[in-house]
């Protein structure tokens, strides 16, 4: 039985962000519980229609559960978003209007998935947001060696115990719970207050077993490349490491030099496409904060389309118009919702 319910973060803001207009068309990476997509498909209508993607089969489910009444507005994807430019251009669904990304993990992942990503929750050391990734926690926590596990757990949860924590993990072998793997943390880490000190290896573990942090970079080249013409990109992050390269990526993406500093004149060639819409970060309101705990270290950064280089210029003319009669794309969507699986 479901006793947990993911509420959606920053949503008010996330609608303001992607500029939802009626008729426009919207891919959102991590669709997670549908609550981000459902608010989405109400503003963009009448019209609107929504491309989801989530890595993890049980999320699909859900996403489907709450927007099946959408009909052919919606369209769930089981797929990485790694993938994202492929699984757009096969479903016919490019340019689009915006891209969202609300990263990292559902709160349904944590307390009810049995899937080893909190160490609140006994059980297998998995991690995996699809199990049929071929490497889990339990993997890399039995079978790497201390130096990469040390260097993992100090890179990617900014750990400074990184060193004894996996000496004490590769001496207490074979790990196989959470239970076993936070006990052996504790015997290295002091309590750090209100933290566990636990956190930030189960963050390291799940950073590495998902590729959480190349296919965030991956997956930002190809949410441009899928945006029309004024078409807004989404982040909501929850931790620095992904801040940053969605930061950077902003930063860099909209600039017109990324030459060195020094050079007398410019030789990159480098064609700015985005322009950054907040410069300052956007955070939850303290009243969220208080309503939903999950939210309190969320940032969120918007950036906006502005040449159109990787799309063509007629369907980029388009998206000024969405829901007249040149609709992005130009093909009519299926008649009924569907969720596809893909193997990934
Ligand atoms: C914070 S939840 C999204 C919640 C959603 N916005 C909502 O309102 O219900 C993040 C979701 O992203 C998914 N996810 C994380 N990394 C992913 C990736 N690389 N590709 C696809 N989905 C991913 C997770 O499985 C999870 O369901």
Redesign the pocket.
Known sequence: MTTAT????L?KETLEALAIQPGGRYV????????????ILQKSAPGGQLLG????PE?VV??WA?LSHFGAAALIVN????SLESVCLGNDFAPVNGV??????????LSESGRGFSFKHGAPLDMR??PAQPVSAEDIVNCWSEADLARIIYEYGEEPHSRGIARMIVRSRPLLTTDELASVVERVVPSRGRIHPATRTFQALRIAV???LD??AS?LEQAVSVLGHGGRLVV?S?HSLEDRIVKDFMRREAVSCVCPPGLPQCVCHHQPRLRIINRQVIIPTPAEEYANA?SRSAKMRVAERIVSGDVRQEDAVRLKNPAGKGRPGGRRRPEKLRVVFNSN
Do not use: K, W
């Open positions: 993911h509420i959606p973060v949503l959102d990476c991590t669709a997670g519980g549908g609550g981000h997509a459902e608010a993607l989530d890595a993890d999320a859900a996403a709450r797929d990485n978003f790694v969202l990304f609300d990263l990292g993990m559902s709160s349904l992942q947001f699809n998902n590729q959480e296919h965030l997956a909501i929850y999950r």
